[in-house]
């Protein structure tokens, strides 16, 4: 049975950082592709970033490249989202995904909410 669990997610100001978490049973994070996602209310879910599974080939969308950084901890079998220079903009619930043998799963979510 695969799980994946976020946290981390909080209230920031414009301009900080935080680290998201996604925890995983089921699967080897670092054998795994995974992604995050994120849906802002009233938006569909858009694809932040994914890392490739094995070699730590990783891609985010434009309007987060060179602010967040995808990381795993192969001890832990956690995913990371390191996020900084956070802007209102990226306000949203943060999903991590995974697909197994044609399964998709998906977190609960995290809410991220950056404002002043």
């Given at each position: 049975?695969?799980?994946?669990v ?18 995983a ?9 995974m ?16 890392i490739?599974s094995?070699?730590?080939?990783i891609t985010?969308?434009d ?12 001890f ?16 949203a619930?943060?999903?991590?995904f ?19």
């Amino acid at each position: 049975q695969v799980q994946l669990v976020e946290s981390g997610g909080d209230l920031v100001q414009p301009g900080g950082s935080l680290r998201l978490s996604c925890a995983a049973s089921g699967i080897t994070v670092t054998l795994s592709a995974m992604s995050w996602y994120r849906q802002a209310p009233g938006k569909g879910r858009e694809l932040v970033g994914s890392i490739a599974s094995g070699a730590p080939l990783i891609t985010y969308i434009d309007s987060v490249k060179g602010r967040f950084t995808i990381s795993r901890d192969a001890f832990k079998n956690i995913m990371y989202l390191q996020m900084n220079s956070l802007r209102p903009e990226d306000t949203a619930m943060y999903y991590c995904f995974t697909r197994r043998a044609g399964t998709d799963y998906w977190g609960q979510g995290t809410q991220v909410t950056v404002s002043s």
